[in-house]
């Protein structure tokens, strides 16, 4: 029962180059989001999909691309990796949206940017 | 625009003692609340949840919180630490500021606990 799994766990990228981290839940959810968690600072939505066909932005998506590739899998592009993006990211999937059922989260991939 | 507060960054319990971590939020409704904890190195779990009814709410691993609307407060409390309860411990409103009818999470900026032997 694997739940919400992200690749990679880890990431060093150099200013200016792309990369994408992958998200798949196995939970037949309908929502998916990814978030950054920064120290001090919680977590924050970058965007999300309430269901499969649909992205929409959240709290700080500048400096991001997603794609709901299909039911199980959200991914998230970084197209031009800047310092300031520099966070641990979570993907996390819910059935009917976070207000109504439980959000499940996976284990984060932890970007550094030099 | 909603907030969640959580006045303690970081607070040292010895284990058999009492746990209190306190949240406020700012809301201007009836406030979808919620606990996550993050172990080391992995996401968030929900603890608890509160949408109406019963103000005081339990949750898994022994935790309860109590909704306070005069005091737009949702403190976590667990009557005996374990040494396994040292994570952080994330405080969350429910809004609908994104995700459409589905709704997101704010967070607090969470509090760590350490559990001393």
């Known amino acids: 029962n694997a739940g919400v799994t992200q690749t990679p766990k880890f990431q060093v990228l150099k200013t200016g180059q792309s990369m994408t981290l992958q998200c798949a839940q196995d939970?037949?959810?309908?929502?998916m989001y990814w978030y950054r968690q920064d120290p001090g600072m919680g977590l924050r939505l970058i965007y999300y999909?309430?269901?499969?066909?649909?992205?929409d932005k959240g709290e700080v998506p500048n400096g991001y691309n997603v794609s709901r590739l299909n039911k199980r899998e959200f991914s998230l592009r970084l197209e031009s990796a800047a310092p300031s993006q520099t966070s641990v990211y979570f993907c996390?999937?819910?059935?009917?949206?976070?207000?109504?059922?439980?959000?499940?989260f996976g284990q984060g991939t932890r970007l550094t940017v030099v | 625009a909603q907030s969640v507060t959580q006045p303690d960054i970081h607070i040292t319990v010895s284990e058999g003692a009492s746990l209190e971590l306190r949240c406020n939020y700012s809301y201007g409704a009836t406030p979808y609340l919620f606990w996550y904890v993050q172990s080391p190195g992995q996401g968030l779990q929900l603890l608890l949840k509160y949408f109406s009814g019963d103000t005081l709410v339990q949750g898994i691993k022994g935790f309860e919180a109590e909704f306070k609307r005069s005091q737009s407060s949702f403190n976590l409390r667990k009557p005996s630490v374990h040494w396994s309860d040292a994570a952080e411990y994330f405080c969350?409103?429910?809004?609908?500021?994104?995700?459409?009818?589905?709704?997101?999470?704010?967070f607090g900026k969470g509090t760590k606990l350490s559990v001393k032997p």
């Open positions: 939970m037949n959810h309908n929502s």
């Open positions: 996390a999937s819910s059935d009917l949206g976070v207000l109504s059922t439980e959000a499940f």
């Open positions: 999909s309430a269901s499969e066909g649909t992205t």
């Open positions: 969350a409103v429910g809004a609908r500021d994104y995700g459409g009818s589905q709704g997101n999470l704010i």
